[in-house]
């Protein structure tokens, strides 16, 4: 497949390309700056494309089979910021994807995100706004998956991993493994229609998305 990563400048992005470009898969990159093409080429990206997060994305959809989107505000950002990139963003790659007859897309969302006002008030906005683009992806006719991580850390990734829909606790997980979960997601056809929840754990991570 060709990928369309969103956010592929970011710290699960950047991994995700690396990684990708030892698959059989080949990652268009989209950044929203021109001088971070030379980096997204030397990680790997087969081609690399300009747009704006918040605007018309139709031509680096052109093309793609799939888009995983990794874009985020940061849940320290402010609630201006958050509504921006992780909800209005999100929602409107969703739809234009959609519109480009692209069928596979994979969200790279939060735990919490069903219970927003189960966290803490400091972070309510960001849970309220991965909710909201939760919601509308599972309205949507795309074979999606959400991918929901715990705290995200720099740590050197394990390949191993604890994936469930409920996990019914919370920790960390390494990017490096988010990052390896969603290559692997795109060829793990029992997630399509999914969420699922992810932290470090002793699974190998391609096992454990069989229990999705």
């Known amino acids: 497949m060709h990928v369309l990563i969103v956010g592929s ?3 699960i992005g950047q991994r995700l390309v690396r990684q990708m470009a030892k698959s059989e ?21 087969t081609d690399v494309v300009v747009a704006d997060i918040e605007g018309d994305i139709s031509e680096a959809l052109a093309g793609c089979d799939a888009v995983v989107f ?43 995100a069903d ?3 189960n966290g803490p008030e400091k972070m309510r906005h960001y849970f309220e706004a991965k909710k909201a683009a939760d919601d509308h992806l599972r309205a949507s006719d795309l074979e999606y998956t959400i991918v ?12 191993t991993a604890d994936i469930a829909k409920d996990l ?27 969420h699922y929840e ?13 229990g999705i």
């Not at 999100?90 to 519109?99: F, G, K, N, V, Y």
């Not at 929901?148 to 390949?159: A, I, N």
């Not at 992810?198 to 190998?204: I, S």
């Open 115 to 117: 219970t927003p006002e």
């Open 198 to 210: 992810m932290l470090a754990g002793d699974t190998p991570i391609d096992k454990a998305l069989l």
């Open 25 to 45: 898969h080949t990652a268009r990159a989209m950044i929203r700056d021109e001088s971070q093409r030379e980096e997204m080429q030397t990680l790997g990206a």
């Open 9 to 11: 400048h970011g710290k």
């Open 70 to 112: 990794t874009a985020g505000s940061g849940a320290h950002t402010g609630p201006e910021k958050t509504q921006d990139v992780d909800r209005n963003g999100a929602i409107s790659i969703i739809d234009q994807a959609e519109r480009a007859g692209i069928r596979r897309f994979i969200l790279v969302s939060s735990m919490n």
């Open 168 to 194: 019914n606790r919370y920790g960390e997980v390494a990017r490096e493994d988010v990052a390896q979960a969603l290559l692997l997601t795109l060829d793990s056809p029992n997630t399509i229609g999914r």
């Open 148 to 159: 929901r991580p715990g705290r995200l850390t720099d740590d050197e990734g394990t390949g």
